[in-house]
């Protein structure tokens, strides 16, 4: 696994539009989708990707395979199963069952990668007053997000952390005022 951090701008217009984002780490992208540009040089896939980029993880049967995987039956079109975790099973009376292929374990379950980091700051005011003895008023000011700073967001599977939102919300202002008697 490569960390990238800030490093690479992105951007990803396997939507049609295209929207910022930075390469984190080396998440699976499907191999047609790197660097694709148009005949016009417009990017229509996932453009700003080093050129040397690799893949940290692959599927069982990836982009492109041509060689059918074990068990799988002769006339099996391969390229319907591209990018996916597909595998082929011989029971034990000689039948082959298609089945999808997952442990529930992540392959890096023991490793350490530190996220973008992130942060909030709220503060709060008060006054209370006393207006008769048995009367009394109390004015709150809650502020959350008072630094109001952005934020980036956690990347996706793909190793992509999207700028189009924050990760944080807006800074809020909120007044109380509550009367006891």
Known sequence: MQLYGNKYPIQDCTSGQCVPGLLYWNGYISPPLVNRTDAAGKCTGICGLPANYTSSNLPLIPYGATALPANAPSNTSLSTFWESQTAWVQLQDGSVVRTTYNTNLHPWRNQFEPAPWTFNLSASAFKSLALTEAVKLRLNADFFQV??????????GNGILSTQNSQNS????????????
């Open 170 to 181: 807006p800074r809020t202002l909120q007044l109380t005022l509550r009367l006891t008697w």
């Open 147 to 156: 630094l109001n700073n952005p934020g980036l967001p956690l990347p996706g």
